[in-house]
């Protein structure tokens, strides 16, 4: 039985080297690449890959948009997201692009390497704070709360204004940063405030942070 091909792109080296050297030792596995998300791709296409373990986090290219562009090139491949957070908006875009998995950093090595070998083999590993977050029904799956449709909601304008809100901005510096007229960020400001109904700068402020659109 030939190996199972993986991509591992993780932006730290210690957790990259330690889940390929698990990998190769349980067997069956093959690491063909450790990667950011840009040569992510590349090595996927390249190489066939059954597996794409890909860090959520990482510097540099969108970690979702990689996903989406394996999905459309290598539908094949599995993807298994890594995170430090579970954050509802990094939970949806993964449901969204149909991934097998989504592990925490957190959790054991095992049961990482556990969770890639659930994905290789056509199941599929949530770890459980991510599964305490979801619904599975007969259609499929959703998160089990509505905070990220509400974000989902936003447009990239109304998210960025969000982010400037949280962050303690006024509406004249949210201006001078986007080259917009105060009033255009003022209507902005309306349009997000009622899409996720929260009417309170400090409310915004919470919901930024528990979503991970800015840091406290």
């Known amino acids: 039985m030939n190996p199972l ?12 080297e330690m889940l390929k050297e698990r990998l190769e030792v349980v067997g069956n596995f093959r690491v063909v690449a450790t990667a950011d998300a840009d040569s992510a791709i590349e090595a996927v296409l390249r190489n066939r890959a059954d597996v794409l373990v890909l860090d959520i986090d ?6 979702f948009d990689a996903a989406s562009v394996v999905r459309a090139s290598s ?3 599995a993807i298994l997201f890594l995170s430090s957070h579970y954050h509802d908006r990094y939970i949806q875009r993964a449901i969204e692009l149909g991934a097998r998995g989504y592990t925490l950093k957190t959790r054991p090595p ?4 556990e969770a890639i070998r659930a994905v290789a083999r056509g199941g599929s590993s949530f770890s459980q704070e991510v599964m305490d977050r979801l619904i599975i029904e007969p259609k499929g799956v959703r998160l089990a ?5 509400r974000l989902g909601q936003l447009s990239d304008r109304e998210l960025e204004v969000l982010r400037y809100i949280a962050s303690g901005l006024s509406k004249k510096e949210i201006a ?21 109904d929260i009417h309170d700068r400090v409310e915004l402020a919470r919901f930024a942070i528990r979503e991970g ?3 406290p």
């Open 176 to 196: 001078d940063r986007m080259h917009l007229s105060v009033k255009t960020v003022q209507n902005h400001a309306d349009r997000l405030m009622q899409k996720i």
């Open 5 to 16: 091909q993986v991509v591992l792109a993780d932006d730290h080296a210690l957790l990259r």
């Open 58 to 63: 990482m510097p540099g290219r969108d970690a």
């Open 110 to 113: 095992e049961e990482i390497v």
């Open 75 to 77: 539908p094949a491949t």
């Open 145 to 149: 709360d509505k905070s990220a449709t």
């Open 213 to 215: 659109i800015v840091t």
